[in-house]
């Protein structure tokens, strides 16, 4: 593969405070067998730990550690700003993402990926199953998919199976800086993509979540999970305008399973009741909404 060869992929790993995992991470992407070429942008956000002397490492030692552009930020400047900066750097035709304490376990995962998009020019995006790992090391299915299939929006909506560090989608399809005000990247990423062309995935299992509590989210208490899912949602809403109509009805089946869940485990307290209200007010939009009657 000539130097000079154009990228074709672009991977985007966020990371901080990751030194137990990173070299896992980054040498799963380093494995990957193409005929293409790839990068790998390692996005640092001022981890107060080894960190960065594991990168270096990598980049001085590893046949293709060349494929690293490495980001050191010289402040924390928090995961979405982090995480769209990134995107914004990407070359690639494709962008394929992988957090930090994430990893790929199959070397001809891109290869797949790429190949399948190179196919079929209608779908922007393919993902794939994901096992998680335990805290005690144990490999157990989390997001498993038995059948190659396409995805819909409601089924983003309803219940988002489909793990970050399998995601590969084609570049420039959605602004990047209409993320900056979600608590995180994956849904908002994946429903706006949802709306430009057909989403895919694959049954095989070809990356590691790691279920240790280290995550954007894993350590939160389960009310304020509760409070970003209403945001995100709220916001994704916003983003569209309150005009499609397809998402609201996705968006007001979700809720209304979501909140009979949420006062199961909440009973009477704030995040049942929030969600509730804006059930209702999705609810009242929708069937004011002057397309509903026809669709």
Known sequence: MSEKQVELVSVCMVTYKHEADIREAIEGVLSQKTDFKVS???????SPDNTYKIVKDIIINHPNGHWITYIKREK???MMPNFIDLLKRCKGKYIALCDGDDFWTDPLKLHKQVNFLDKNKKN????????????SN???PVRVFTTDHKIT??????????????????????????????????LPLL?????????????DAMSIYRMNGKGADSSLRMDI?????LKNRKLLL????????????????????ATIYAYTIFNNNSPARTQLKLFIMILRHLFTHKRFSGE
Not at 155 to 161: D, E, T, W, Y
Not at 225 to 229: E, I, M
Not at 238 to 257: G, P
């Open 76 to 78: 924390n400047i928090g």
């Open 40 to 46: 790998l942008l390692v996005g640092d956000d001022c």
């Open 191 to 203: 429903t706006m993509l949802a709306f430009k062309g057909d989403l895919y995935v694959f049954s």
């Open 225 to 229: 999970k509760y409070s970003n899912y």
């Open 153 to 186: 929006p409601y089924k983003v909506f309803l219940s988002n199976q489909v793990n970050t560090s399998t995601f590969l989608f084609r570049n420039h399809i959605v602004n990047y800086e209409e993320l900056i005000n979600f608590n995180s990247g994956d």
């Open 124 to 135: 922007i995006f393919i993902g794939h199953s994901c096992h998680g790992l335990t805290k």
């Open 238 to 257: 916003k983003h569209f305008q309150w005009s499609n109509i397809s998402l609201l009805k996705v968006m007001c089946y979700s809720l209304l399973r």
């Open 138 to 140: 144990k490999i157990v």
